[in-house]
């Protein structure tokens, strides 16, 4: 009989109580039943841990792990993955969800086309519940390419876990546009993402969320670019606009990207 992959679920959380719940579920619902999550909690003063607690009660495989160290997902994420058991990892935020085919779906995916590196569509929702088709995104990005454009949304990736070396996160990043900077380190290192072109993720919008804070991710990736990838002022003067233009593009004039370059996209 053939092995079956185990995928290790990292969620970082703090004080996650009013979304937490609905995100399990939506794992716990998964077609594709062989994971373990992992939640890294900053230090909830909230009902997160008692949600997490119900579950273990339940029988779920689900581990509730404490990082007091340093604040923010991106160390959160970090330590989840040193906990991580699995042959993948999938990532996934405390108020994000998965359609239920996901992890099978992304998977096979992955298997059948040797690929290393994965991320999906993804849908919009808000806090009224009003839901609507997230941006159009790239069929691939390499580690030059994901400097002048966007598009991977964290909670729909999924990847090799043997891509994280031992000495990894030896000089990790806890600011703002953490992911970005974590995707680019594993381009850097040869390893592309590729896309499959389902809507598999909902991912949940608030005003006040990490990644609607444009003032402070736009600087974010200023020092992401200067500080941890050395680019050159000259560099960063054309790759930064040509990330924002993509950003805009990419989300408020779908139609015309399709027109100009629909074999790009999907």
Same mark, same amino acid.
């Given at each position: 009989?053939?092995?079956?992959? !185990?995928?290790? #679920?990292?969620? @970082?959380?703090?004080?996650?109580?009013? =979304?937490?719940?609905?995100?399990?579920?939506?794992?716990? /619902?998964? =077609?594709?039943?062989?994971?373990?999550?992992?939640?890294?909690?900053?230090?909830?003063?909230?009902?997160?841990?008692?949600?997490?607690?119900?579950?273990?009660?339940?029988?779920?495989?689900?581990?509730?792990?404490?990082?007091?160290?340093?604040?923010?997902?991106? $160390?959160?994420?970090?330590?989840?993955?040193?906990?991580?058991?699995?042959? *993948?990892?999938?990532?996934? %935020?405390? %108020?994000?969800?998965?359609?239920?085919?996901?992890?099978?779906?992304?998977?096979?995916?992955?298997?059948?086309? /040797?690929?290393?590196?994965? *991320?999906?569509?993804?849908? !919009?929702?808000?806090?009224?519940? =009003? +839901?609507?088709?997230? $941006?159009?995104?790239?069929?691939? *990005?390499?580690?030059?390419?994901?400097?002048?454009? +966007?598009?991977?949304? /964290?909670?729909? #990736?999924?990847?090799?876990?043997?891509?994280?070396?031992? /000495?990894?996160?030896?000089?990790?990043?806890?600011?703002?546009?953490?992911?970005?900077?974590?995707?680019?380190?594993?381009?850097?290192?040869?390893?592309?993402?590729?896309?499959? $072109?389902?809507?598999? !993720?909902?991912?949940?919008?608030? @005003?006040?969320? +990490?990644?609607?804070?444009?003032?402070?991710?736009?600087?974010? #990736?200023?020092?992401?670019?200067?500080?941890?990838?050395?680019?050159? *002022?000259?560099?960063?003067?054309?790759?930064? @606009?040509?990330?924002?233009?993509?950003?805009?593009? +990419?989300?408020?004039?779908?139609?015309?990207? !399709?027109?100009?370059? $629909?074999?790009?996209?999907?």
């Amino acid at each position: 009989m053939k092995k079956r992959s !185990l995928i290790s #679920v990292v969620c @970082p959380s703090y004080n996650s109580g009013n =979304t937490l719940e609905q995100t399990l579920l939506s794992i716990f /619902n998964q =077609t594709y039943q062989y994971w373990e999550i992992i939640i890294v909690d900053g230090g909830s003063t909230d009902n997160t841990k008692e949600i997490v607690l119900y579950f273990q009660k339940q029988g779920k495989n689900i581990r509730f792990e404490q990082f007091l160290e340093r604040s923010g997902p991106g $160390p959160a994420r970090e330590y989840g993955i040193s906990l991580a058991r699995g042959d *993948y990892l999938a990532f996934i %935020d405390s %108020d994000d969800l998965w359609v239920k085919s996901k992890l099978k779906l992304q998977l096979s995916f992955m298997l059948e086309t /040797n690929i290393l590196f994965s *991320y999906t569509k993804y849908d !919009l929702i808000d806090q009224k519940g =009003t +839901r609507k088709e997230g $941006p159009i995104l790239w069929k691939s *990005y390499d580690y030059h390419s994901y400097f002048r454009k +966007r598009g991977i949304a /964290n909670s729909s #990736v999924i990847i090799k876990r043997n891509l994280f070396s031992e /000495n990894f996160f030896d000089s990790s990043y806890d600011g703002f546009a953490e992911d970005t900077a974590l995707w680019l380190k594993l381009m850097q290192s040869g390893c592309s993402a590729y896309l499959l $072109p389902k809507s598999l !993720l909902i991912y949940r919008y608030f @005003p006040d969320a +990490r990644s609607r804070q444009v003032f402070k991710n736009a600087i974010a #990736v200023l020092y992401i670019y200067k500080k941890l990838f050395k680019k050159s *002022y000259i560099q960063i003067s054309y790759l930064y @606009p040509l990330y924002v233009l993509d950003v805009i593009l +990419r989300s408020r004039f779908k139609k015309l990207m !399709l027109f100009l370059k $629909p074999a790009s996209f999907n």
